[in-house]
């Protein structure tokens, strides 16, 4: 058979004109001096990669979230892989994720230019999935400033307590005070940055910053609070210190500012249920901005690189009990020993990602659901409504697509009488 099949070639080779043997001759040898002078990496370990196909095979019918656990606990926290001809580098552990994000966070800050995030953002006209760069660091300034003069004064909490009730036009009365925080930041930026960065930020580039704010935020602040609720009725304990909480330190006032510092457990309630429930465990891609290391390893520039936040909020070598819903573990005491606070920075708890790519909301959102809990607490209780065989809550994650949702569940919902 192989005979027969070299005799073929060679037959082929013959009636081939010399012309043709010349070009693919010259395309052989291009090849060949490419590979050859190619610059070689010591990339991290993965999976060996099919032609064209890359790993892609090895994700039919199984959670991209159990496949990299499986990469991980085979290859260590820095994994090399392939979707198609396109590499990825995933990041395991939050030492790798704080060398690359932080400490030279200058190299792995862009974001891969994908048509999909392209189309969802109007060509990068936003903060979140725009590549790094001048522009960007412009967008981001403004936001900063904006968020700043937004929460100034009581305009969030006093959304948070319209938007309960629920009245749709507070949160448009909002949107309109928010793009005057930003025409008021962009005339301030004017006055301390380059004129010719400036001039590139048009009204598209306000609206995808209203979008990220308003829109990716409130979808992930619902999201958030779908596990939330799931939480308070799976633990009726934890349900019933917040609302003690809520009672003395709030009373019948509308939840605001000068109470978060003392929320101090409903705080930490939701800072457990974003680690131990994060509802996006992959993250934004990132992309490296030039030849760089991490973990002792080399990575080309112009890769994607993705973040297994969930591996890191669940580590065992972080978190003691990492799959068991602990609030108190966020609760130490305040330096003079006059009371409890929130160790909110606690190595590992990364929902918002860190470095110079940080979620640029996560005070707002932070405050936003601190505010929110409070107020449906206040007034409300919530207990588990079983359906069928379920009789009690399901705590395990929607299998569906890289967003970590519970699945459908009841509640039901009684009025506390106050």
């Known amino acids: 058979m192989i005979l027969e099949w070299r005799k073929e070639v060679l037959h082929l080779l013959q009636q081939t004109s010399t012309t043709t043997k010349a070009v693919v001759a010259a395309a052989v040898a291009v090849l060949i001096i490419r590979w050859m002078t190619k610059k070689q990496y010591k990339l991290p370990p993965g999976p060996r ?24 606990q085979k290859y260590g926290p820095i994994v090399t892989c392939y979707m198609g001809p396109r590499m990825f580098i995933v990041l395991n ?20 230019m994908l048509y999909s995030m392209e189309v969802i953002s109007d060509g990068f006209k936003d ?53 005057d925080s930003i025409i008021l930041a962009q005339q301030q930026a004017l006055q301390e940055d380059d004129p010719t960065v400036a001039t590139v930020f048009t009204d598209d580039h306000a609206k995808q910053i209203l979008a990220d704010v308003f829109s990716a935020g409130l979808d992930a602040s619902r999201q958030t609070l779908d596990w939330l609720l799931l939480v308070l009725v799976a633990y009726p304990d934890t349900q019933r210190k917040m609302q003690e909480e809520i009672d003395r330190v709030v009373g019948k006032a509308v939840p605001g500012k000068e109470h978060k510092a003392k929320l101090v457990y409903t705080e930490a309630v939701l800072l457990e249920t974003m680690r131990l429930y994060y509802v996006a465990p992959i993250g934004l891609p990132h992309e490296t901005m030039r030849d760089t290391t991490v973990g002792g390893y080399e ?120």
């Not at 552990?93 to 891969?112: I, L």
């Open 49 to 72: 990669p099919l032609p064209l196909l890359g790993n892609i095979l090895e994700l039919r019918g199984v959670s991209i979230l159990d496949k990299l656990d499986e990469w991980k």
């Open 93 to 112: 552990d939050f030492e790798s994720m704080n060398e690359a994000y932080v400490k030279q966070g200058s190299d792995f800050s862009s974001r891969p």
């Open 127 to 179: 903060i979140a999935l725009a590549p790094y760069g001048e522009v960007w660091k412009y967008q981001r300034k403004i936001t900063s400033l904006a968020l700043r003069q937004y929460l100034m004064g009581d305009q969030l909490e006093n959304r948070v307590h319209e938007t309960l009730q629920p009245i749709i036009e507070s949160l448009k009365k909002h949107i309109e005070s928010f793009t």
């Open 299 to 418: 990575v080309p520039a112009k890769v994607t690189v993705l973040t297994n936040s969930m591996a890191m909020m669940r580590d065992p070598k972080l978190w003691s009990d990492p799959l068991h819903f602990i609030p108190e573990r966020f609760i130490g005491s305040n330096e003079d020993g006059s009371g409890s606070t929130i160790v909110s920075r606690h190595v590992g708890w990364a929902p918002f990602s860190i470095g110079h790519r940080t979620c640029i909301g996560e005070s707002v959102a932070k405050l936003e659901l601190v505010f929110i809990v409070a107020g449906l607490l206040q007034k409300l209780s919530f207990s588990y409504a079983p359906q069928g065989e379920q009789k009690v809550p399901n705590m395990k994650h929607s299998t569906k697509g890289v967003t970590f949702l519970p699945e459908p569940y009841y509640i039901k919902v009684s009025s506390r009488g106050n």
